[in-house]
């Protein structure tokens, strides 16, 4: 096959099995994975010559370790230095040289034995990082330490690339000389990336945004990205590591979040192709030939990864929930060794038996990580023989059992406090409940009354005084959890008044329907309170600003929902089914609906609004529903994009 016709049947198989995969509720890494074995050359054979995507898929690693840096800027890796030399350093050293051992006395030879030590000791930052990122878990103390082993990891790469070759020469005088050669030029390239980052990057962003042309801001982000990534590797060094140094320099930048946008779809999509080129490696021939062999090294290697890591993080200081999560998540083999595997095959330091097994192995890890990193704080807890809540609410709060007509806050954050200081203000008792440990216990310092815990919890709300409660306020704001909250709220005090924070109208119907008395919708109280200062400025009186605002919260903020979609509206599959959109309709002459009323077109039944009628360019809102149509009216209607769809296809076709 040609290479377009190779490169389009890479794309289906990865956009069929990737949406079979996200409706199984699977991870896309390993849809990307099955992907690859499917058209690679040991499966269909629709892709052969792999070897011509792999430069392009490794941009997908650039672009992701960029994104990490824009995460932690240098007063936050300086502040992780500790868990990047002491645990990273001693990861790698103790891992590679237990590996190198255990390999010597299966037969290997000490260059081969070296070579698989330095494969097994690395893990995959790919994958690791973006599961994190996809479930919050960077923010958590073990996402933290996960990330600082592997930046170290990051870094060995370079020296393990040096090594390979010199081992297939014979090691002599000129193999430690490359090694400091190989320092010093580190040293160098890292001080120049981080001063040239650190001056001229954040001018030339300034520049850039002055122009307000978004194209030439994705332009500048990618070339910034690209130019990082070259010059490490024009001097030797990973990518990988000029990527990341480049977003730390603009991790402070007020432009982070921006780039981080615009870097996103491109670091998504040569990611996915990249692990596409990985399951494309792998030969099912020697996994169905040598299973036995694979399952065992696959044990072996990922047990010892995770004791090592464990124990090390342990001995650092860390918690052993932390500390055990950490090895977990970690026990897989990288990226990097697939490149350090390639190049030991192609340089003769690796038997091509022993390559074939290494690469079913570290194929097989990744595929079974997105599920271990999504359990592995909670196997965490069980190797660390530690309970999930060891906390003892109505010790932590004596004044609970005399509680009386008092509120219940949900979810002590900004929201939370600033809640709690008015009610201080009108001497008016509360209980709030927060699952962050430091806060709470920060709070409780302070003379809060504030209990540890998760706002889920019978125990807590009872701990609370659920019964005798005369509010409880959820002020979280993820909609999920709060369904949650509510539904078990209900469910121990059927007539306590409930109270949700919610961040937009997405989900006031499902909040409401779980059991919600109140919805405030941040974004649309918000808009009120921009409104309300609009009315004011212009003149008009106080009292009729109250009283429309009053309206407009009796009514569910019936006026607030809907809007006219943009070109930056989010379409996708998940938002779509939620958000409601205004739009006209416009009736020409051959209309079905002219001459009907509204009424008569039952649209209430399509579950769609008409919000207005305009007519010789005047709106009516809500307009009577006997109000009969005629030609050039615009009736302006919301409701979900499919509804409205079938909507307007009913009003000028009838059908």
């Known amino acids: 096959m040609t290479g377009h016709l190779e490169l389009l049947a890479m794309l289906t198989s990865a956009v069929l099995i990737v949406w079979l995969f996200r409706r199984l509720h699977l991870p896309a890494i390993l849809a990307y ?140 005088s000129s193999f430690l000389l490359a090694l400091l050669f190989a320092l010093v030029k580190g040293v160098f390239v890292v001080s120049l990336l981080m001063f040239s980052g650190k001056w001229l990057l954040p001018r030339l962003f300034n520049l850039v945004a002055q122009v307000r042309t978004d194209e030439l801001f994705v332009l500048t982000t990618l070339l910034v990205t690209l130019v990082a990534s070259a010059l490490t590797q024009w001097f030797g060094l990973s990518m990988a590591l000029g990527a990341f140094l480049a977003g730390m320099m603009l991790g402070e930048s007020q432009y982070k979040h921006q780039l981080e946008a615009d870097i996103r779809p491109y670091r998504d999509i040569l990611l996915g192709l990249f692990f596409v080129t990985v399951g494309m490696k792998l030969d099912i021939n020697v996994v169905f030939s040598s299973p036995l062999t694979i399952i065992l090294l696959l044990i072996s290697f990922m047990a010892i990864k995770v004791v090592v890591i464990a124990i090390l993080a342990i001995r650092a200081g860390e918690s052993p929930k932390d500390a055990w999560a950490a090895g977990i998540m970690l026990a897989q083999m990288g990226e990097f060794g697939f490149v350090l595997i390639a190049l030991a095959s192609q340089v003769e330091v690796l038997p091509d038996d022993t390559a074939s097994i290494l690469l079913g192995t570290g194929v097989l890890s990744m595929a079974i990580t997105p599920y271990m990193v999504a359990h592995a704080r909670s196997w965490a807890l069980w190797f660390s023989r530690e309970k999930q809540m060891d906390t003892k609410p109505l010790e932590q709060l004596p004044k609970s059992a005399s509680l009386n007509d008092h509120v219940i806050i949900c979810g002590f954050g900004r929201i939370g406090q600033t809640v709690s200081r008015f009610l201080k203000q ?51 704001g993820e909609d999920k959890q709060s369904i949650d909250v509510i539904q078990k709220v209900r469910s121990l005090a059927p007539n306590v008044p409930i109270l949700v924070r919610t961040r937009n109208d997405d989900q006031l119907d499902e909040l409401h329907a779980a059991g919600a008395n109140e919805v405030v919708p941040e974004s649309l109280e918000g808009s009120l309170m921009l409104v309300s200062q609009v009315l004011s400025l212009t003149g008009v009186p106080f009292s009729r600003i109250v009283r429309r605002v009053q309206k407009e919260r009796k009514n569910h903020y019936n006026h607030l929902h809907g809007f006219f979609q943009g070109e930056h509206t989010d379409m996708s599959p998940d938002a779509i089914d939620r958000i409601e959109f205004a739009h006209a309709i416009l009736l020409t002459d051959d209309s079905f609906a002219n001459g009907h009323s509204i009424a008569s077109l039952k649209l209430d039944e399509r579950r769609v609004i008409v919000i207005a009628l305009r007519r010789n360019d005047i709106e009516s809102e809500e307009p009577s529903p006997e109000t009969v149509l005629q030609p050039q009216d615009t009736l302006i209607v919301r409701g979900k994009p499919r509804r409205v769809e079938r909507a307007e296809r009913f009003v000028q076709e009838g059908q």
């Open 426 to 476: 009108e001497s008016i008792d509360f209980v709030a409940i927060d699952i962050d440990p430091l806060r709470a216990t920060k709070a409780r310092d302070a003379g809060e009354n504030v209990l540890f815990g998760s706002s889920r919890q019978a125990e807590l709300l009872h701990a609370a005084q659920l019964s005798k409660a005369k509010l409880v306020v959820i002020a979280f």
């Open 33 to 172: 994975l099955v992907a690859g074995v499917l058209v690679g050359e040991h499966g269909l054979g629709l892709a052969q010559e792999h070897v011509n995507y792999e430069h392009f898929a490794e941009l997908g690693i650039v672009f992701l370790l960029f994104t990490l840096g824009l995460e932690f800027s240098l007063p936050k890796l300086v502040a992780m230095r500790h868990l990047v030399v002491t645990v990273g350093s001693l990861q790698v050293t103790i891992s590679l040289v237990l590996f190198l051992v255990v390999a010597m006395f299966l037969g290997q030879s000490f260059a081969s034995s070296l070579t698989i030590g330095g494969i097994l000791a690395l893990s995959s930052t790919a994958i690791v990082i973006r599961q994190l990122s996809e479930s919050g878990g960077m923010k958590k103390k073990s996402g933290q330490l996960s990330v600082a082993v592997l930046l170290f990891q990051d870094v060995a790469v370079v020296p393990l690339l040096i090594v390979i070759p010199l081992l297939a020469q014979g090691g002599d």
